[in-house]
């Protein structure tokens, strides 16, 4: 399994950065995936998810009405399109997955098995 991460970048405050996940070695269409984020010194946390069938994209409070998850099955891709970013966005940005069940979608870090290589996002003020 592997999970491939791209995207990141430094822009400034108010701009929009769009990160992608690329998934191989998984039946793309049964897994759920999350986007997570690691400040230094801080844990790592939820930004958003996306169920296998795509009804379900819980954001965490902190991203909700800026940050947007999609998923495209042709292209065993999962994208998150994050407009008006914040100094505090500033984060390595993970993308991880998990196999479920059509109903399940877990929401902590340690529910995925599977998790890419980060991606680094900085936001100047």
């Known amino acids: 399994v592997q999970l491939q991460a791209s995207g990141g970048g430094l822009v400034q405050a108010g701009n929009s950065l769009r990160l992608s996940c690329v998934v191989s070695g998984l039946t793309f269409s049964r897994t759920t995936i999350g986007w997570f984020r690691q400040a230094p010194g801080k844990e790592r946390e939820f930004v958003a998810i996306i169920s296998r069938s795509g009804s379900s994209t819980p954001y965490s409070d902190s991203v909700k009405g800026r940050f947007t998850i999609s998923r495209d099955n042709a292209k065993n891709t999962v994208y998150l399109q994050m407009n008006s970013l914040k100094p505090e966005d500033t984060a390595v940005y993970y993308c991880?997955?998990?196999?479920?069940?059509?109903?399940?979608?877990?929401?902590?870090?340690?529910?995925?098995?599977?998790w890419g290589q980060g991606t680094q996002v900085t936001v100047s003020s």
């Open positions: 991880a997955a998990k196999s479920t069940i059509l109903t399940h979608v877990p929401m902590r870090p340690d529910e995925y098995p599977h």
